[in-house]
């Protein structure tokens, strides 16, 4: 199937505007591309009220919607881990909190090349540890937690998943991999294919694994590439949200098969004629069929902890 309307739309709207891709960007350059495309989106439906507390052992920004929440979904946003910001994913956490009645909880994990691995996993960790601490203030009550990401974020939620499970906690009711970074190997099939070099492309891909860990002999290690974990058992029911035209659709599908074959709850969708990215941009049509599908996934895994 080929690429969707709307997000051929975009593509070329970026490519009038003569940006070159990222993999020509310095890091600097590239973070400023997020906050032009977070003005598209406008602010996102109203909430109860959004703190940053202070006591946060990391800046995370906690979004409350009305009414009484059901649970609390910790949410690790994308951008290769070098780029991303709270207030370009608040529209996304907005609409979270509002579809799916939960507190979201935006981590602000610290970026590459500044802060190169596993400084993003540690804050990942810190962060759901300190939710998990925390639940009661921030719900009102002691509600399941569900942890969700996508991209780099999708990879920080596969690590943090497997490392409650290591740890005996926190308990969690569930995970949401949003096209997930799973592997370092950048010569899959769908790496290479033409039809996948599009927002986010191999070039692309190699530049993130380059400023975030440059050593290619570290990124095999299970808390950079969580399908080479030795043992993927016992882990919270998964939902996985892939692209067709993704360089990361392979490494999506082999982890949510891995899941599955270690006896894990898996729903998977493959949703056709998106890109890299669709789940986050929300002008894009694609965007409304990737969230009724995290909303309902998060609704069972609620449901089934409750």
Not at 60 to 69: E, L, M, Q, S
């Amino acid at each position: 199937m080929a690429l969707d309307d709307a997000s051929t739309a975009l593509l070329v709207q970026l490519g009038e505007s003569g940006l070159p891709p990222i993999s020509d960007m310095t890091p600097e350059q590239a973070r400023n591309l997020g906050p032009a495309l977070a003005e598209m989106y406008g602010p996102g439906p109203d909430v109860a009220h959004v703190v940053e507390p202070a006591d946060a052992p990391v800046p995370v920004r906690v979004i409350v919607p009305d009414g009484t929440p059901n649970g609390v979904v910790v949410y690790y946003h994308g951008g290769g881990w070098v780029i991303g910001a709270l207030d370009e994913f608040e529209t996304l956490g907005r609409t979270l909190a509002v579809r799916t009645g939960c507190v979201v909880v935006l981590v602000d994990y610290r970026l590459a090349p500044e802060h190169r691995y596993p400084a993003a996993v540690e804050d990942a960790w810190a962060a759901l540890r300190w939710v998990d601490e925390q639940v009661e203030t921030l719900a009102g009550a002691r509600v399941p937690v569900v942890v969700a990401g996508d991209s780099a974020g999708g990879n920080l939620t596969a690590i943090v998943a497997r490392r409650a499970r290591d740890t005996g906690g926190p308990a969690l009711a569930g995970q949401v991999l949003v096209y997930p970074v799973t592997d370092a190997d950048v010569d899959r099939p769908s790496y290479v294919d033409p039809a996948n070099q599009l927002i986010v492309s191999r070039g692309a891909m190699i530049w993130f694994w380059g400023h975030y860990i440059p050593d290619p002999a570290v990124r095999g290690e299970p808390d950079a590439s969580p399908l080479r974990a030795d043992d993927l058992g016992g882990l919270p029911p998964a939902a996985v949200l892939l692209a067709e035209h993704d360089p990361l659709r392979d490494e999506g599908q082999a982890y949510a098969q891995r899941l599955t074959e270690a006896g894990n709850a898996v729903s998977t969708l493959l949703v056709p004629g998106q890109m890299h990215g669709f789940f986050t941009l929300l002008t894009l049509p694609g965007a409304a069929v990737g969230m009724d599908f995290v909303v309902e996934e998060i609704a069972k895994h609620l449901a089934a902890a409750s």
